[in-house]
Structures are given as C-alpha cells and as structure tokens.
C-alpha cells in the first residue's frame, strides 16, 4: 500500500510539471464571430542606482587611475599685473588647462564638492591663494552644462546638481583653469605631485 502511494504521488507531481513551466495559453473554438483569444505576460527590469564622476582623462562609466596636473609657469616681465596666465601646454585631459568633467546619476539631486587641504605653497612658507586660480565652465556635449565648485583654501565648497527631468542627472562641461596673477609673490614652484597642498579632490553624493 506504502509503495502505491509513493507510485501514486510521483506520478502526480511528474503531471504538474509540465503545466508549471507552460506559458498562458486560450483556445477558443465557436461559430459566432468574432471570437477571441488572449495570454498575458509579466515584464520586469532591475535599474541599479549609479553615480558616476570624472574629471580630467578618462572613460565613461568606468573607473581610472589617471591624475592629471595644471601647471603655470608666470613670465619674470609680468609677476603679480594682473594679466592672467594661462595653464601649459600639456596640462589637463584637453591640453592648455582644461579638462573634461562628467556628472551622472539616477535618484535625485547630486551634492558636488571641492576640497583642498590648504593654499598652495612652496616648502619655504610662501603661499598662493586657491582664489587666484579661476575655473570657466563652458558647455560640453550634453544638455545640462556642470558647473564647478568655487576653490578655496583648506575648505570644502558645495553645489548642488538637480536633475534636468525626474531623477537623472547627466551634465558635463569643459572647465578651463587660468591664473588671475594678481599678486607679487616669492620666487617657487607652488603645489606639484600631490605634494604642498596641490591636489583638489571633487566629490560627488546622491541619496
């Protein structure tokens, strides 16, 4: 008797297997017209939440290594006029100072930062204030042109980044850098390689 029923059992449950894995199906048979069939189907997508950032040289949407550095080197005739100075050759992603920046993200208002650890210096005390470096943000190739965080020194400056529609943000621009060469300062090389207050670090946030 043990031995029917387990007989009996698979033989039920070999039976429901193909009406599991089937998908809906109607067969309508009739003469009056007209007649009608019909079978449904659930769709479903999972989006990640991302937040993506880059400045300088890079691939979107994925991660790099690649610090790139503005230099200035001020003529000896023109210390301190007032007359900006514009960054070398090779420096920045786009060369003569300016870099890519790319903001993007998928679930509301973005808080973007700058942060520097202090006025730029040259070993020997002297320093040169992060507001003589300006910033001009010009349209890149998306819509919505990302600005940039003001520099200040041994400070964070934040802006807040909306999103053009919904919840997503997708901005980029070309920011170029000059310096404004505004003040008579000691001889030196200020900042370098991550080395007298030179690196800038940019921050992105997203709820």
């Not at 193909?18 to 003469?31: N, R, W, Y």
């Not at 919904?166 to 070309?174: F, H, I, L, M």
């Amino acid at each position: 008797m043990r031995k029917l029923t387990k007989a009996l059992l698979a033989v039920s449950l070999l039976a429901s297997v193909p009406l599991i894995a089937q998908a809906e199906s109607q067969f309508t048979t009739g003469s009056t017209t007209p007649i009608t069939a019909t079978a449904r189907l659930d769709f479903q997508i999972t989006v990640p939440k991302i937040l993506f950032l880059r400045v300088g040289a890079g691939s979107d949407f994925a991660a790099g290594t690649t610090i790139n550095q503005i230099a200035f080197a001020v003529p000896a005739n023109g210390i301190g006029n007032g007359t900006a100075v514009a960054a070398t050759a090779a420096s920045g992603d786009l060369a003569d100072g300016a870099v890519t920046a790319k903001l993007v993200g998928n679930n509301g208002s973005i808080s973007f930062s700058s942060t520097t650890l202090g006025a730029l210096g040259n070993g020997s005390g002297d320093t040169i204030s992060y507001s003589q470096i300006a910033v001009a943000s010009d349209p890149g190739s998306l819509a919505a042109k990302l600005l940039h965080p003001t520099l200040a020194d041994g400070a964070t400056t934040t802006i807040a980044v909306a999103p053009a529609s919904g919840k997503v943000v997708n901005s980029d621009a070309k920011w170029t850098y000059t310096y404004r060469n505004n003040n008579l300062v000691a001889p030196g090389t200020y900042g370098g390689v991550n080395a007298n207050n030179s690196r800038v670090t940019y921050t992105a946030s997203m709820p």
